[in-house]
Nanobody, 125 residues
């Protein structure tokens, strides 16, 4: 069983930055493909970014490309999401996700088995 715990959310003004962290336990992080998703009330969970087992491959949603950076430290069992140039439309609960077995580039929530509890990010205008 894999446990994921996000941290680093908060309130920030538009144009500001936040760094989200996700601590993984129960499995060596290098065994897992990791991703970030976000969700606002009444909407489906939305893909943000994903990173391969080694960290050599990343993929982003068009809405965050060039502003967000996903990274991982397998030695520390940590996943990160650096968010720059934040916009009010980035306001959401952000979730860390993981899975052991992935084919291709996993961008759907159904492609991840393990989820954290989420951390709120609020961007004020």
């Amino acid at each position: 069983q894999v446990q994921l715990v996000e941290s680093g959310g908060g309130l920030v003004q538009a144009g500001g930055s936040l760094r989200l962290s996700c601590a993984a336990s129960g499995r060596t992080l290098s065994d897992l493909v990791m991703g970030w998703f976000r969700q606002t009330p009444g909407k489906e969970r939305e893909f943000v970014a994903t990173i391969s087992w080694s960290g050599g491959g990343t993929y982003y949603a068009d809405s965050v490309k060039g502003r967000f950076t996903i990274s991982r430290d397998n030695g520390k069992n940590m996943l990160y999401l650096q968010m720059n140039s934040l916009k009010p439309e980035d306001t959401a609960v952000y979730y860390c996700a993981a899975d052991l077995y992935v084919v291709g580039t996993p961008v759907k929530p159904t492609e991840y088995k393990y989820w954290g509890q989420g951390t709120q990010v609020t961007v004020s205008s």
